[in-house]
């Protein structure tokens, strides 16, 4: 949760609140413009870390909306990295006070005759993942060591080495030479059994988890029924007790999975499970047998109501914080799993948890600067238990990623999705088409 004092929560909870919301567009040089809630009408800012029917290791890119008044294109050095800046506040007696969102990357900038508006897609710095990273590391090294190379040869840097397994030793190259580097930091987030976001405090790549708040009733805010619109709960299958298993396995290979399971809440509730499958820092059985019973303690028992909310919008909350909700028909503990924050002259807000339940941890390729086709062939020796992949790679690498122009990507290669948004390249004009989810 980001930081704000007492007197903003008090502020925002107020009948009549009094908001405002501003941005810095610049470049690190020269160019520093703001625009304040004058001169502009939309800002919506939009993250989830619920995409393949889990959270654990999924990154959580957060994407902006941003809609200004009249014609800035001209004014917008567009041939430049441009660097976002977010602020939305509330009236705290007789000044605003402000949360500072993590640091935007502009993408793209277009005026729109009909509505006259410069119409604004950003993202945050973890875009910057979807690179391919040449592997120059020498082994044994941890993992943790491991993902900070990873982070920073991708022009960012790692908020810190404290989750889980991050000690795990790494005696030889996990990936390919060259591999993708938001493949990697994904299935290092499901050992740590946590999501990725940029940390809005210092623009650092940040492993996050919600498993002990969650399983000891501790939460982050509490929302009551004069804060909310709606509320919507949704089936809750996460049994009596929650998730009781955990299952390591090979997809392509029949017998390579390792399961730990809680046997007293599977005779209540039967099998509710949690599947990892194809994580290549763990392809043997004693690699996954060294993890398994540290990251079943992190799932072991997970359970929350899975809800939708529309509410009134609080700034300062963010992806995984755990929220208490008073509603009429009971109390509900949940972990912000998607949300939506949106200032159009007021602030609002809507938060979901989906439930987590019989999941399998899959990787979907749709980065933004590249289209890998890729096929493998898994092989299993049966002696020592250690698997090869044969990988073969087709690939179309844009000019950005080619030029290694880490910091300028206002013209991404497509398909690409942030958010709830789906930029598609116009074949014949060569141009963006901004879609739906």
């Known amino acids: 949760m980001r930081s704000v004092t007492s007197g903003f929560k008090s502020a925002i909870r107020n009948n009549a609140v009094y908001s405002d919301g501003y941005v810095i567009i610049k470049d690190g040089a020269s160019f520093n413009r703001t625009y304040n809630s004058d001169e502009l009408n ?23 909306k941003l809609n200004l008044l009249g014609d800035n294109t001209s004014l917008l050095p567009l041939d430049k990295q441009l660097t976002i800046e977010v602020y939305l506040g509330v009236l705290v007696g007789s000044s605003y006070e402000y949360v500072k969102y993590q640091d935007f990357i502009l993408l793209e900038a277009k005026y729109n005759e009909t509505t006259t508006q410069t119409e604004i897609l950003a993202t945050d710095k973890l875009v910057l993942l979807n ?54 930091i994904a299935k290092a987030s499901q050992l740590a059994m946590s999501f990725v976001v940029i940390n809005p405090n210092t623009n650092k790549v940040d492993f996050r988890n919600f498993y002990t708040k969650l399983t000891t009733d501790a939460f982050d805010e509490e929302i009551d029924e004069n804060e909310y619109f709606k509320l919507k709960t949704r089936d809750n299958n996460l049994g009596t007790n929650g998730v009781n298993t955990l299952v390591l396995r090979l997809s392509q290979v029949y017998g390579e999975n390792n399961t730990v399971v809680n046997a007293t809440n599977v ?18 059985e004693a690699k996954r047998l060294s993890v398994i019973n540290t ?19 609080f700034p300062y909350l963010e992806l995984g914080d755990v929220i208490k909700v008073v509603g009429k028909n009971g109390t509900y503990y949940f972990p912000i799993l998607e949300t939506m924050i949106k200032y159009n002259g007021g602030l609002f807000g809507t938060i979901k948890a989906e439930p987590l339940i019989n999941t399998e941890t899959k990787y979907r390729n749709t980065t933004p600067l590249q289209n890998r086709v890729r096929n493998a062939e898994i092989k299993v020796d049966k002696v020592n238990g250690e698997i090869s992949a044969i990988v073969s790679d087709v690939e179309t690498v844009s000019a950005v990623a080619n030029s290694k122009a880490k910091t300028f990507l206002s013209t991404p290669t497509t398909p690409y999705h942030v958010g709830d948004i789906w930029i598609e390249t116009d074949a014949t004009t060569g141009g963006s088409i901004v879609t739906g989810k």
């Open 267 to 284: 005779g209540i509730d039967g099998n509710i499970e949690v599947v990892i499958s194809d994580n290549d820092f763990i392809n043997s």
């Open 295 to 313: 990251m079943f303690t992190r799932i072991d028992g997970l359970k929350y109501q899975p809800l939708d909310l529309e509410y009134r919008g």
């Open 131 to 184: 690179q391919d990273f040449t592997d120059t590391n020498t082994y044994p090294m941890t993992l943790g060591n491991y993902v900070e190379s990873v982070v920073v040869a991708c022009g960012l840097q790692l908020e810190n080495k404290t989750w889980l397994n991050n000690g795990f030793s790494l005696t030889s190259q996990p990936f390919p030479k060259v591999y993708n580097a938001r493949e990697i």
């Open 42 to 64: 939309l800002i919506e800012i939009m993250n989830d870390i619920f995409k393949n029917d889990t959270y654990i290791g999924e990154i959580g890119q957060c994407a902006l």
